[in-house]
């Protein structure tokens, strides 16, 4: 699939998304003005607002796999994956306090990161490929914030949002993958200390691994590689919970430990 839009057409919405993220004010998606936007235009604005940043002198870490779990697909009504960018100031300490004032509506998710230590490539990228380019895992929680009014989009327009990625923390206990079964593992998620919401790691199209195979596919179609030492989130394990200033919330996994940030 080839993007459909003119260059000036993708300037406009890389306009519209950096506005929306930078003065956290929701916009309607953009197939509202642009209704034939396709996927690969989603990439095109989404390409076009990581050039922004690395001009700007932010620097990438690396890669995010979105709407990977069955939950997440029938919360946001979307039936395909997605890949977006990681930047280094998009991270945040273990158990830090994160503002909510800079953000629009924050909601956060549970996740197995992969950290690379060798690069992959190309269209038919395996799962145990993923698993011998990994140096470990390590539990992690991604804060996402759709800049759509209402929290409501489509997969173009949230492809061009950077997969709604705004922060998100890593912590736990580092773990070489080829020691544990991540397929199996258990989460469960706490906010203010209750149990809200719990799941599976083969939530994640059956095994994270093969969502980082996915995102690694997606970035072959774009011209792109993911290079070694990349950090790369593989995508929610259950539906995102939605925070406000004064919620804590703890993510625990078996074998991995856990993850907290809190909201003020």
Same mark, same amino acid.
């Given at each position: 699939m080839k993007p459909t839009l003119r260059h000036e057409d993708i300037v406009l /919405?890389?306009?519209? +998304?950096?506005?929306?993220?930078? !003065?956290?004010?929701? +916009? $309607?998606? /953009?197939?509202?003005?642009? $209704?034939?936007?396709?996927?690969?235009?989603?990439?095109? &604005?989404?390409?076009? /607002?990581?050039?922004?940043?690395?001009?700007?002198?932010?620097?990438? &870490?690396?890669?995010?796999?979105?709407?990977?779990?069955?939950?997440?697909? /029938?919360?946001?009504? +979307?039936?395909?994956?997605? +890949? !977006?960018?990681?930047?280094a100031d998009m991270a945040r300490q273990d158990g830090a306090a994160i503002r909510t004032d800079d953000l629009i509506h924050p909601r956060v998710e549970c996740e197995v990161a992969f950290i690379t230590r060798t690069s992959l490539a190309g269209a038919q990228i395996t799962r145990e490929e993923v698993l011998e380019a990994t140096d470990f895992v390590v539990p992690a929680i991604e804060i996402i914030d759709s800049r759509f009014s209402g929290f409501k989009f489509d997969l173009p327009s949230v492809i061009a949002d950077n997969g709604s990625g705004a922060r998100y923390v890593a912590g736990g206990r580092a773990r070489d993958p080829r020691d544990i079964d991540i397929g199996t593992l258990g989460v469960v998620m706490e906010k203010n200390g209750e149990i809200v919401t719990m799941g599976a790691c083969a939530a994640v199209m059956g095994h994270p691994a093969d969502a980082v195979a996915l995102l690694v596919k997606v970035l072959h179609e774009l011209g792109e590689t993911l290079p070694e030492g990349s950090f790369v989130m593989s995508g929610g394990i259950t539906e995102a919970v939605a925070v406000k200033p004064g919620d804590l919330i703890m993510a625990r996994y078996q074998e991995l430990g856990s993850v907290s940030a809190r909201f003020i």
């Open positions: /919405l890389t306009d519209r +998304i950096e506005a929306a993220q930078r !003065g956290a004010t929701a +916009i $309607p998606k /953009l197939t509202d003005d642009f $209704p034939a936007m396709n996927l690969a235009d989603g990439y095109a &604005v989404q390409l076009s /607002l990581r050039q922004r940043g690395l001009e700007k002198g932010m620097r990438q &870490v690396g890669w995010k796999a979105g709407l990977t779990s069955r939950a997440k697909m /029938l919360q946001m009504g +979307i039936d395909k994956p997605s +890949i !977006g960018f990681l930047m």
